[in-house]
């Protein structure tokens, strides 16, 4: 008995092009926001966007409805591809450094002016900036957690990693970035 | 108990998943540790920092583009998106716009020709100046009835004087003519004499002088 999610990429695998759009529509702002955050960048956001669908489009198959929802698959796709591209431009390394990775600009110059608006909040740029700073594992847990607002469980099914890591690493990852933004705060002469 | 310790289970305690004697001692550790309670009202701080961090919105153009390199075909549009394409968009362009600036403009300047100037109305709204304002134009409005009426009676005594100028002139030519009148057949005279009357009246009239 196939459950919604199965239905619709039953439909997809039969050629039914209004259930892929029905899929892409519904969950592309949720990736492109996803990728964002991994990244601070719009232009890669929109790029890794784009690969993840086309990755999706073509996975589809292997999409087991008992193994778990549509989205917590599409997600897995997703990060799979940040990860792949994170290895590929080597910024793994410069993130796990935190005082290398503080000394880089995070500045986005080719932010549209939309986005612009949206960034003029100052908490959410030193947000940003924060958990560029922090080490993938971290910066990951605490994005799926405290950005996403996904449960511990789906989170630990996403990573493939047990719960108890899951949580070891948000606790982590909350108390790096509060320590970094309170110190960048503090020389900006800003409060928290 | 260290301030590590607490660091460790922070989230536990915030998400009081912690066992009920774990989390009285993390509690007494932070009423008397000022470092612990402040890192964890930072990170509460932070964590409000995140909830309030808006989604961005997404350009249709990805949605297009994915959907273009994946099934090929383009994102079906809605009405308003339709219509916004066809019909907005063409009508919406630098030279409609200059147009419409300018049509603008001379209405403004037509409008501004035709109606009553706003500004001295509203700057003289005191209750004195619109009694004032009343009476000046009760009076305008008196004073035009009275040139009214006069020209009415004007008119009238001229439209008398022609009607009796009229009629005197037709009575001398009636009388002139001496058409018999209906009114005026049984006179007395001997029909004989009624009869012969036009025949004189035919002879002078034609008679040579």
Avoid at chain 2, 93 to 118: C, D, E, Q, S, Y
Wanted: glycine content about 6%; aromatic content about 6%.
């Amino acid at each position: 008995m196939l459950t919604g999610d199965g239905k619709l990429v039953e439909r997809c695998l039969q050629g039914d092009d209004a259930a892929w759009e029905a899929i892409v529509t519904t969950y592309a702002r949720r990736i492109y926001n996803l990728c964002y955050r991994y990244t601070g960048r719009t232009d890669e956001a929109e790029d890794l966007t784009q690969e993840s669908f086309i990755r999706i489009y073509q996975n589809l198959k292997t999409f087991r409805p008992e193994a778990g929802n549509l989205v917590n698959w599409i997600l897995k796709v997703a990060r799979n591809l940040i990860i792949d591209h994170y290895r590929q431009t080597r910024r793994f390394q410069h993130a796990a450094g935190s005082e290398e990775m503080e000394t880089m600009n995070h500045s986005d110059e080719k932010l549209p002016d939309a986005h612009r608006l949206v960034e003029q909040s100052e908490a959410s740029r030193f947000l940003r900036d924060g958990l560029q700073a922090l080490s993938p594992e971290l910066k990951e847990a605490v994005i799926l957690r405290d950005l996403e607002g996904m449960a511990y469980q789906e989170i630990a099914q996403l990573l493939n990693v047990p719960e108890g890591t899951v949580k070891s690493r948000i606790n982590r990852g909350r108390i790096e970035l509060t320590k970094l933004l309170v110190k960048r705060r503090s020389q900006a002469g800003m409060q928290l | 108990m260290e301030c590590l310790h607490v660091e460790e289970h922070l989230t536990e305690y915030m998400d009081r998943s912690l066992p009920g004697e774990e989390l009285a001692r993390i509690a007494e550790h932070l009423h008397e540790c000022s470092k612990c309670a402040g890192l964890l009202e930072d990170v509460r701080a932070v964590l409000v920092t995140c909830k309030a961090v808006p989604n961005l919105d997404l350009d249709l153009t990805l949605v297009e583009r994915i959907l273009l390199r994946t099934s090929g075909r383009p994102r079906t549009r809605t009405l308003r998106e339709i219509l916004s394409q066809h019909v907005l968009r063409p009508i919406l362009t630098p030279r409609f716009a200059m147009g419409a600036v300018v049509g603008l403009l001379f209405l403004a300047l037509a409008v501004n020709l035709m109606m009553p100037k706003v500004s001295p109305l509203a700057s003289t709204l005191s209750p004195r100046e619109l009694l004032r304002w009343a009476d000046r134009g009760v009076q305008q409005l008196y004073s035009g009835g009275l040139k009214l009426y006069d020209k009415k009676n004007e008119w009238q005594a001229e439209f008398t004087f022609f009607k009796n100028n009229v009629f005197n002139k037709l009575g001398f030519m009636i009388e002139r003519l001496d058409v018999p009148v209906e009114g005026k057949q049984d006179t007395g005279k001997p029909k004989q004499q009624q009869d012969k009357a036009p025949t004189d009246k035919s002879t002078v009239l034609l008679s040579p002088v």
